[in-house]
Each structure stands twice: as C-alpha cells, then as structure tokens.
C-alpha cells in the first residue's frame, strides 16, 4: 500500500498497541488514539497501599506472548492453576473431579460414541454443547454458566460460544497432566492462533499485566494521543479518508481500530458496509476483589457456579496462582457477576456488592467474614461477546473484514472475540502485515 498519510490506530490497548509497534517496526507512519488517560485498556493493573495487586479481572500470561514482547526474562512462573466446579455444596475438580460422576462420564463416553462419523456442527450452543460434552455435563455445568456469563438463553446463543472455550477433554487432560510432571502451569485454553503444548505455561510481569502494555508502548510515545477518543471515520467510496479527533480532521491512509464492533460501525461515517455490527451486543461484567486473610481459601485458583443461586459464576483466588499479588499470609478473591447495564447489580453501591458476596462465599469460605479485609470493585460494560443467533450471519461476516480495505478492526471487541492477549497479539501482526503488504494469508508474522 503507498502510505504517505498515517494510519490511524483506535485504541491503545495490547491490540492497539501491538498494530503500532509491529508499524513502527516497519517504518510505517501512524498515530494511535486512545480515549483515556492511559494505556492497557482492558490490560490495566492496579496496586493498593496495602501492598495488594489486581488486574482487570484475574489474568494470565503465557511464556510464549512474554517472550515474543520482550518482557520473559521480568516475569516469575506460575506452578499452578486449576479449576474446579461447585455443584450441590461440593467442589469437583475440572476436568478430572467431575469425569468422576458416573452420570457425567457415562453421558460423555456414550455422546463421543455416537459423535463418531458425525460431520456437521450443530448451530445452537445447547446441542454444541450436549454433543461436545455429554447431556449431563451440558446441562448441568457448560450450558448454565454460558447463560451465566453471556446473560442469553442458550437457546437463543449460537455454537460459535464454543469455539472460545478450552478445546477438546482429551487436550485438556493431556494438558493438565503435563502440568502435574512438569510443575508449571501448563496453558489450557489460552491459545488458539499458536498450538497449545507442555512447552507454554502461564508465567506473570513483575507489575502485572499492564507491563506488557508498557514495553510494546517502548519509544513510541510521540506518536500516542492520550484522552483523544475517535469521534468519527470518515469513508468516501468505500475507502477511509480521515478520522475525526476533539473536532479536528486528520487525513489517514488507513484505520485500524480496537474500539468495540458495535461502535465502530457508529463511527463510520460515508457507508454502510458495518450495519450488521451495529447490532453486536456485549456483556457488562461487575469485578469485585475482595481482600483476606489466609491462603488457599478456594479449592483451586478458579471455582465455577453453574447453579443460579450465587449471584456470581465465578471466584477466582488469584493468589493461589500468583503468591506475590497480596503480602504474606493474605489473599484475593476476584468475583465475576454477569450484569446489564443498569441492572440491579450494575447500580449496586459497593458496600451492598460485598455484602452479597461475603453472603454467599460463606458457603464455601464458611469464615470469609472473620476473614474479610477490604474491597475495590471494577466495572466495564464489554467484558464478553454475546454471540447471539440473532446476529450469526453478521457475526460470520464480520469476522471476515469490514467491508472497507483499508479498515481493520482488531482485538477482543475489536474482533467480537472472546481472546486471549496471545492471540489478540498473533492476530494483530497477521492482519497488519496483510494490510500493509495487500495480502490476505494465515502467515503468523
Ligand atoms: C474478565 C476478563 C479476564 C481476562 N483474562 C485474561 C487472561 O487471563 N489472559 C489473557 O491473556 N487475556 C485475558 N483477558 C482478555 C484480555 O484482557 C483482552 O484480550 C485484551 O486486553 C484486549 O485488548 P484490546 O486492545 O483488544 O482491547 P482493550 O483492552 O479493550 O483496548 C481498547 C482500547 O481502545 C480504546 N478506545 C475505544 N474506543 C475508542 C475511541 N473511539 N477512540 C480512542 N480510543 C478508543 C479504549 O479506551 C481501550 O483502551 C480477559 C478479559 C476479561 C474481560
């Protein structure tokens, strides 16, 4: 592509800034816009006076997105990570402890029999999930905390919710058991641009995730508008001209943007080819950390609820993962509840969210309230992708391009993706690299 003008980047996230880096890198010139005060988006880390750490929502890293940044040799390892499920007052671990229950593994064993020789993919995720995983495990466990999570019936969701979940029960075994011989934290379902294998574990930036943020941002400071959110995207014959930027218009060779689907397409001004995307809906998630005394609260570093009792679907004790985030002796408990915006817990004030989740960990934490030191809670509004039936067709397209050459639209929202920071890494180089080389391949760059 004849790049005089600048490509414009959206957002300055691990995204956003993996496009300016992997530019920078080919002496492109661009200029990347990021609404906020600072950078890492959904990246971003935080540390208390009390000498506790937090991400936005528990997050791990993997050796291999470390290495390839340029910050392995900055990060500790993780020697453990495990799920585990609370069904009926009991923890089963995932997905050793549950292929325990007779009626879960004989449903499993006799859908992979039937599965045998089937070619097609079923298009609603209730019979994705049923095929994949057997009725009693879909129903008791998958299909309730993907309603949990996506806040749709699964009726109404499509089979595409599978594809960002960890692969097959085979893989996942493989994986886990090298974990145990190994003692790493071997990734289970972190990756799907890059083969997942015993050789890439989880490992953690000295400084938390943002870290990885910091160094792809490394010399590029004069090329980053920080608080300059893109108000418009200019398109005239299917091509973008220009963005528009606190009123200003800068003329641009391309755009390449990370800001959610669903408003990229209002930014786009001159065609229609993201109507579809208008119609993409994202679910609110409310992040509440709570902070105790002792270790090892949870069974393991993640406990599922697939039951519709608790308010939350999940708890995720980041220290048994990751000892260093609280001081000695102290622990964090991270719980992920599923909202819509202006719902009852999206408006909640935060001394009733704890409530409600020191109420219901004691199920599990019977002393969680002796226990209890303190709170911070976070917000978004575009923690997952809903991937309704409604908007499949669109989805599918979208997922193709945008309709227009020379905009891209990259990253977790970017894409209408549930990612992980490799593969929004990974993905990011491919599709730059097509762009500015006019290619459209699989090649990892
Ligand atoms: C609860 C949760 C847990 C996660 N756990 C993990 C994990 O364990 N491991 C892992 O690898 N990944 C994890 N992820 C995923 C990871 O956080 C994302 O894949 C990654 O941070 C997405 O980066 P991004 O740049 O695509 O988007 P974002 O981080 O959302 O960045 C987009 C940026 O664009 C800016 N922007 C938007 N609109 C505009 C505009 N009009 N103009 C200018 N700027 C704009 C925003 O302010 C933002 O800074 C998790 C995500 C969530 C929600």
Redesign the pocket.
């Known amino acids: 592509m004849e790049i005089q003008k600048p490509i414009a980047i959206?957002?300055?996230?691990?995204?956003?800034?993996?496009a300016a880096n992997f530019l920078k890198q080919n002496n492109i010139p661009f200029i990347l816009?990021?609404?906020?005060n600072?950078?890492?988006?959904?990246?971003?880390s935080f540390t208390d006076s009390d000498g506790f750490s937090y991400?936005?929502?528990?997050?791990?890293?993997?050796n291999r997105?470390a290495n390839a940044i340029g910050v392995g040799a900055e990060c500790r390892l993780v020697k453990h990570y495990g799920e585990a499920v609370w069904l009926k007052g009991k923890s089963y671990s995932y997905p050793f402890g549950l292929l325990k229950i007779p009626r879960m593994s004989l449903s499993f064993v006799s859908t992979r029999m039937n599965a045998l020789g089937r070619k097609q993919t079923p298009s609603l995720a209730s019979e994705w999930f049923s095929q994949k995983y057997g009725r009693a495990l879909a129903q008791e466990v998958a299909l309730p905390l993907i309603e949990a999570w996506s806040g749709a019936e699964a009726e109404n969701l499509s089979s595409a919710v599978g594809a960002s979940l960890p692969g097959s029960i085979f893989k996942t075994l493989y994986l886990k058991t090298a974990s145990l011989i190994t003692g790493r934290a071997v990734a289970c379902g972190?990756n799907k641009e890059m083969p997942e294998s015993a050789g890439v574990w989880h490992v953690y930036p000295n400084g938390g995730?943002s870290i990885l943020c910091k160094k792809l941002a490394e010399g590029l400071d004069d090329y980053i508008k920080l608080n300059?959110?893109?108000?418009e995207i200019l398109v005239e014959n299917e091509k973008v001209v220009s963005v528009k930027?606190k009123g200003e218009m800068y003329p641009v060779s391309a755009v390449i943007?990370?800001?959610?689907a669903n408003?990229?397409a209002k930014?786009v001004k001159g065609s229609s080819a993201l109507k579809g995307a208008a119609k993409f809906r994202y679910r609110p998630?409310v992040?509440v950390n709570l902070r105790f005394t002792g270790r090892d609260l949870l069974p393991d570093t993640v406990l599922w609820f697939p039951e519709k009792n608790f308010p939350f679907f999940r708890l995720t004790e980041v220290t048994r993962s990751m000892p260093w985030l609280a001081p000695e002796g102290k622990s964090i408990i991270?719980v992920?509840i599923g909202c819509e915006k202006d719902d009852e817990f999206w408006t909640m004030n935060e001394e009733k969210l704890v409530e409600l989740c020191l109420q219901n960990i004691v199920e599990v934490i019977p002393d969680a309230k002796k226990r209890y030191l303190g709170y911070n809670v976070l917000r978004?509004p575009?923690?997952?992708p809903v991937f309704l039936n409604e908007y499949e067709k669109e989805r599918k397209d979208f997922s193709k391009s945008t309709n227009i050459d020379n905009l891209l639209s990259?990253?977790?929202?970017?894409?209408f993706s549930?990612?992980?920071?490799?593969?929004?890494y990974w993905r990011?180089r491919k599709k730059v690299n097509n762009l500015i080389n006019h290619k459209v391949d699989d090649k990892i760059v």
Request: charged fraction near 15%; hydrophobic fraction near 50%.
């Open positions: 959206v957002g300055g996230g691990v995204a956003g800034l993996t816009f990021e609404a906020g600072k950078l890492a988006g959904l990246a971003a991400d936005f929502g528990a997050h791990f890293v993997t997105l972190y995730t300059s959110s893109v108000e930027v943007s990370t800001a959610p408003i990229l930014l998630m992040f991270t992920d978004t575009i923690a997952y990259i990253g977790r929202n970017g894409e549930h990612m992980f920071m490799e593969d929004v990011t």
